[in-house]
């Protein structure tokens, strides 16, 4: 796959070094448009929880800390192997980088294990909108909230099935031997997407889970 | 310039403490009566944790300076759009706020 090679670099490129550098500024690049779309539905949420702020706390209430707290750690353990596995790729060590990639994507399934196990039970208990909702005090804005949640939580699994999907890819070449200490670009730049979901889901857990907790 | 040396071991360690100790303070702050305050101290340690992951984890602080400013414009430009939009929700009149209109123009 000419997708995945080294040399010689591109010709608008004067080197490798700046081809490399060039691919993390793109990926970087692309994550501020990521910024964007979650920064909207981020939006919405703050719209939202300002006008309806006990319904928010309600609903935050009904969500399960454990899993939530759980998931947390689960993603910030994923994006040390993650760092360790890009770690491993620059000093050419093939077997520990394979190792460090299945991890990470262990860590990852089990996230979304959790996840899909809180949306179940979210269902069952009658809070899923469009499905199993049924209203209940204080108010009918709690659908809203929940509206959010899966909307936010969605979008977030969706790019966790991506960058799954991404690092499951990078294991294979690994394992083909087309990545090496001269040429490890691709688990960089998957390395950036994959930091980043954990980032978004920093910031969706305080917002969702932890609304009020006290009294 | 090709960077010879790779973070060591040890540095991601304290980095993967330090994220796993703000992840226990921020859940501790939250059953922690702050009022008001409670939304920024949680946003204030997202931020701490966020700022640890890019600039160790995804290298943002050995990187060259035109990832920060890509990655810090598209902050930036959110934190604008989402003031300014707040301005329009904030500043709706609290006295027909419960009638979830957005205008004082009378019906009619």
Sequence with gaps: ?215 | MMKSTTPSLARYMVVLCGLLGLLGLTIGLAYVDLGSFNLSVALLIASAKALLVMLFFMELLEGVQASRIAIGMGVFMLLIFGALAMTDYVGRDSRIYGDAKASAMPDR
């Design chain 1, 1 to 215: 796959m000419s997708l995945f090679k080294l040399e010689p670099a591109a010709s608008q490129f004067e080197d490798t070094e700046q081809q490399r550098l060039a691919a993390k500024l793109g990926m970087w690049l692309f994550l501020a448009t990521e910024v964007m779309l979650f920064g909207g539905l981020f939006l919405g949420y703050t719209a939202y929880r300002y006008k309806y702020p006990q319904s928010f706390a309600s609903g935050s209430e009904h969500l399960d800390i454990l899993s939530g707290s759980l998931n947390t750690a689960v993603l910030i353990f994923s994006s040390f192997t993650m760092a360790l596995a890009v770690t491993a790729a620059k000093r050419g060590q093939r077997a520990r980088l394979v190792i460090l990639l299945l991890a990470t994507g262990l860590l990852g399934s089990l996230f979304l294990t959790i996840k899909g196990r809180e949306y179940y039970e979210v269902y069952r208990e009658h809070l899923a909108p469009l499905a199993s909702f049924v209203p209940r005090p204080p108010g009918r804005e709690l659908e809203l909230f929940f509206l959010f949640y899966f909307l936010l939580t969605g979008l977030h699994a969706l790019h966790m099935l991506i960058g799954l999907g991404l690092v499951m890819l990078m294991a294979s070449l690994a394992l083909c031997n087309r990545i090496s200490a001269r040429y490890y670009t691709p688990v960089e730049v998957v390395g950036l997407y994959w930091h980043f979901i954990d980032l978004v889901w920093i910031f969706l857990f305080p917002l969702l889970y932890l609304i009020k907790r006290y009294g």
